[in-house]
């Protein structure tokens, strides 16, 4: 007769399950009892993975949604629909309280007990990826101090990541290609540095399509769909770079042209009066 099952086993169970049935709250509440349950003990891969994948859900759902009403809150201010902003500015509000709340929950459990008991390179970048892609989120509607806080302590966890991956991971590795996605996107959104963020995609790409020869085949598909979205990345944010770079120059030329004309305009006036035609 097979031994019963553990609670913890039977909670990784009930995750798949409702991971299954797009239950993803109940997903995260399953994955939180797997961690309590695991003490100071190290998860699984399959279960970081069920974790990371539930939070991914309940996140991913708030964070369209605040996207989609933050458009048509701008949408009603241009036309000046002031009733219409005050609703929406509250109900954003609302997704905005969730946001955060999902945030502290993933991150306090990070803090407490997932990151304290990694001890291999994979999952110590895993974890502090996770912790800077859950302040980035916060950083994303965030204003004011609590912005710059969410902004610097997305920093300080990605370069701690980074610090790790560039000496324990290879460079075709999935998590450490994932964490220079994630880390570009935030120099590319939220400090508003195109080139830093071109630059770090673009290490992170050539660094591992120099070693694509010895990527594994059980990573191969993800490696390569992440190098894949690094690259789509380039392509867009370089387009846009070069979008601003002419029309700052349109613009420039534009005010040389209005400059010129107006000195063309007062030589004129100064000729013409000279010659007696002006008065």
């Given at each position: 007769?097979a031994?019963?099952?553990?609670?913890?086993?039977?909670?990784?169970?009930?995750?798949?399950?409702?991971?299954?049935?797009?239950?993803?709250?109940?997903?995260?509440?399953?994955?939180?009892?797997?961690?309590a349950?695991?003490?100071n003990?190290?998860?699984?891969?399959?279960?970081?993975?069920?974790?990371?994948?539930?939070?991914?859900?309940?996140?991913?759902?708030?964070?369209?949604?605040?996207?989609?009403?933050?458009?048509?809150?701008?949408?009603?201010?241009?036309?000046?629909?002031?009733?219409?902003?005050?609703?929406?500015?509250?109900?954003?509000?609302?997704?905005?309280?969730?946001?955060?709340?999902?945030?502290?929950?993933?991150?306090?459990l990070?803090?407490s007990?997932?990151?304290?008991?990694?001890?291999?390179?994979?999952?110590?970048?895993?974890?502090?990826?996770?912790?800077?892609?859950?302040?980035r989120?916060?950083?994303e509607?965030?204003?004011?101090?609590?912005?710059?806080?969410?902004?610097?302590?997305?920093?300080?966890?990605?370069?701690?990541?980074?610090?790790?991956?560039?000496a324990?991971?290879?460079?075709?590795?999935?998590?450490?290609?994932?964490?220079?996605?994630?880390?570009?996107?935030?120099?590319?959104?939220?400090?508003?540095?195109?080139?830093?963020?071109?630059?770090?995609?673009?290490?992170?790409?050539?660094?591992?399509?120099?070693?694509?020869?010895?990527?594994?085949?059980?990573?191969?598909?993800?490696?390569?769909?992440?190098?894949?979205?690094?690259?789509?990345?380039?392509?867009?944010?370089?387009?846009?770079?070069?979008?601003?770079?002419?029309?700052?120059?349109?613009?420039?030329?534009?005010s040389?042209?209005?400059?010129?004309?107006?000195?063309?305009?007062?030589?004129?006036?100064?000729?013409?009066?000279?010659?007696?035609?002006?008065?």
């Amino acid at each position: 007769m097979a031994a019963a099952p553990s609670p913890r086993e039977e909670n990784v169970y009930m995750a798949k399950l409702a991971e299954q049935a797009e239950r993803y709250e109940e997903m995260v509440e399953f994955m939180e009892k797997v961690s309590a349950a695991a003490d100071n003990e190290e998860l699984t891969v399959e279960e970081r993975n069920l974790l990371s994948v539930a939070y991914k859900n309940v996140i991913g759902a708030r964070r369209a949604s605040w996207r989609i009403i933050s458009s048509i809150e701008q949408k009603e201010e241009s036309r000046g629909n002031e009733d219409h902003v005050s609703v929406i500015r509250d109900y954003r509000s609302k997704i905005e309280s969730e946001l955060s709340n999902i945030c502290d929950g993933i991150l306090k459990l990070l803090d407490s007990r997932l990151i304290p008991s990694a001890s291999s390179g994979d999952s110590k970048v895993f974890y502090l990826k996770m912790k800077g892609d859950y302040h980035r989120y916060l950083a994303e509607f965030k204003t004011g101090a609590e912005r710059k806080e969410a902004a610097e302590s997305t920093l300080s966890a990605y370069k701690a990541a980074q610090d790790i991956a560039n000496a324990e991971l290879p460079p075709t590795h999935p998590i450490r290609l994932g964490l220079a996605l994630n880390f570009s996107v935030f120099y590319y959104e939220i400090l508003n540095s195109p080139d830093r963020a071109c630059n770090l995609a673009k290490q992170a790409f050539d660094e591992a399509i120099a070693e694509l020869d010895t990527l594994g085949e059980e990573s191969y598909k993800d490696s390569t769909l992440i190098m894949q979205l690094l690259r789509d990345n380039l392509t867009l944010w370089t387009s846009d770079m070069q979008m601003k770079l002419k029309k700052q120059h349109r613009n420039r030329m534009t005010s040389k042209n209005i400059l010129l004309l107006i000195r063309i305009e007062l030589l004129l006036h100064i000729f013409l009066k000279g010659e007696g035609v002006c008065c």
